[in-house]
């Protein structure tokens, strides 16, 4: 995320530089002490002390005595950002809800609301009034300003101008968000992202995949999406357009899907799917199918008798994923979270015996996201925040 | 992969960078003024002539009178890499033949050999000692010394110390092959790389995707290899472990694959899949498989009668890449640019019919490569300039 000025850069840019460099790592990786700080970003300490005093000046961030006290002496005190001094409204727009929140500095959510979407609910204009309406009420509940919007959507989205080329499972298609929320909002500028990129970008920053410069991420809802870490950086792809994991065709002869292809992963192994595997009646709710794998995963015997051939399109889409992108991990989201932990590992055994990659890299770990829920809209306050941090 | 020194950087390093960043334009770019230099890379022309003088002062580049002159008036000098200043041995190991090249700055070939492997002439040691031997020659023949050393290899390869961990279609499974060669050639770093990363590399820099910061390049031989370019850069994967396009399941019902999986890309559009496809007997060489594909082309009513199915997994799998890494063009390798165009277009209608990302990026672009049978020599070449112009 952070860049290094350029050759011949002024005493005052590198100054910047560094301010911006430590708010974001305060930002992101929390509260820590200044001889920390010093020693993790490679600065003698009296420019941290500077900066630091410079950032206590602004309210971006206060220092403080650590709650609990470790070892005798005295204690460090600890710096840490200040929630109230930037705060993002995050939008996540998905199939059967919209989220919404307002996340402070550090990642605090400090206000929220959501509701339930139907097909009759759906248009574009409709979201949109409600999007702004609540906007507002939630700005007015916390007492804030905002600094910046993002937006997750789930679809095509052109980042440029957060246009939402198409949403199939929304029935969107062109559908300027990102203008009509920055016209609502004031003229200030909304970033709107593809729900799987900013998924993966939460659990990259905040989640299972801290850390982790290579990572996939995937989930199931209605569809079924996924983002790239590549390097230790989102893979965009040209124009933006991220990768759509969901439309790999892992079954040539399966199902017809919206997208114009047939046997997509998201069509063998999304909600419909696993709804279909676990023989529950057509249009069970999420909860039902949330509560049948639980059950199911009480008896591991049964797991595989019920689940082998949905195991086996998920092992063909993650092997296809593992092979071409040899992540050091993958996290799974929504849905596929409340897989039976016997289908993980028959799914982790097959892999490593049908992966190159994953064999050459000693296997491939799949964990579940340890954001639930708030993924998308961690990801979305993020996608907002990375223009606030540059400037402040 | 220019870098950009380190904030509070040294007047020194910054000149360093500048030049190494001018050495590296001319390299890759080829022949450009002095003048164009400065506009190019934001410099003034006095910190521009300083630094040519200093690379002509060190034999690295001339400077010259174009061999035509356009307009009226002085005509401008150009500045030239000399080919024979910085020498890298580049080495393109593949399943039927190993090539070898002398490739001097600029990337003009300076010297090259090549033999074919069989079957009782692939193990390891003995293609490693041919290696050695042939480099010995070509090394006198032209008179030069070595900077540097680059390999391609067609397999899973570890690139922190060139262990090419798993080459399947050469049975070759843990080779030290960079090692060996290092201990060998003096002392020398030795850069192994998978071949479909650095047949991208060479297309991005030198071939039909040079300029696009998102590309994709899969090509066919006896195998299906792949390499993709995201925001300019190439994806390594965790590990250096690159992406393994030609193992992508698009029929799982499809054959058995030696990888582990069934019905990989490779095994449903690789060299032997199209020999089928024609109908052609087991075995037939590359070479009657290419006159049978030219021979075709001539009847382009027939095309889709006899390649019909081939196209529809060459399809899956172009849809799988494009929908996973939104490139801006596909490029063709090796067998594939033999493909008739009738082909390709039913192809790209295809894509554009059942991939949402192509559709939402008004289609996507299949290229056949423009580097020939050079590609991956161009690549490793460019592994090895890599470690050399950021000393010179």
């Known amino acids: 995320m952070s860049t290094t000025p350029t050759a011949g850069a002024r005493p005052d840019e590198v100054r910047q530089h560094n301010r911006a460099v430590l708010l974001r790592r305060l930002h992101i990786s929390g509260p820590c002490t200044r001889a920390a700080l010093a020693a993790e970003m490679g600065l003698n300490r009296s420019t941290i002390k500077a900066l630091v005093d410079e950032l206590v000046g602004d309210g971006l961030v206060v220092e403080r005595l650590p709650a609990q006290r470790s ?13 109230h001094a930037a705060v993002a409204l995050a939008v996540d727009v998905r199939v059967e809800q919209v989220s919404m929140a307002l996340i402070g500095l550090g990642g605090e959510i400090l206000n929220r609301c959501s509701w339930s979407l139907r097909p ?25 300003a905002i600094a910046a919007v993002g ?38 500028r909304v970033e ?46 040209s124009g933006g357009y991220v990768g759509e994991l969901g439309h790999m065709v892992v079954r040539p002869d399966g199902l017809e899907c919206y997208c114009g292809s047939r046997g997509c992963w998201e069509t063998e192994v999304g909600e419909r799917a696993l709804s279909r595997a676990l023989e529950l009646p057509e249009g069970a709710a999420r909860g039902v199918i949330v509560a049948e794998l639980h059950a199911l995963a009480q008896n591991p ?5 019920r689940l082998g051939d949905f195991a086996e399109w998920l092992t063909i889409g993650l092997c296809n994923v ?14 596929f979270t409340a897989l039976p932990r ?9 892999l490593a015996q049908r992966s190159l990659v994953s064999r050459a890299m000693g296997g491939t770990k799949l964990v579940a996201s340890s954001l639930g829920g708030d993924g998308k809209l961690l990801g979305a306050a993020e996608l907002a925040f990375e223009q606030v941090l540059a400037n402040r």
Chains 1, 2 share one sequence.
């Open 71 to 83: 070892g005798a002496g005295r204690p460090s005190l600890l710096v840490l950002p200040q929630p």
């Open 342 to 350: 016997t289908l993980l590992d028959h799914v982790g055994g097959l």
């Open 192 to 237: 709107v992202g593809n729900d799987a990129e900013l998924g993966v970008l939460a659990e990259h920053l905040r989640g299972a995949a801290r850390g982790a410069a290579d990572a996939v991420f995937v989930s199931a809802g209605v569809g079924v999406g996924g983002g790239v870490i590549s390097g230790g950086l989102p893979l965009r792809g």
């Open 322 to 335: 593992v092979n071409l992108l040899s992540p050091q991990l993958v996290v799974l989201g929504d849905l």
């Open 301 to 305: 015997d049964e797991v595989l008798e």
């Open 120 to 144: 009759e609910t759906r248009a574009p204009g409709e979201v949109f009034t409600r999007i702004v309406d609540s906007s507002a009420v939630l700005i007015e509940e916390a007492g804030v």
């Open 151 to 188: 937006v997750s959507a789930p679809g095509v989205v052109r980042r440029a101008d957060g246009m939402v080329r198409e949403a199939p499972n929304l029935h969107w298609s062109d559908v300027p968000l990102g203008q009509w929320l920055s016209e609502a909002l004031g003229g200030r």
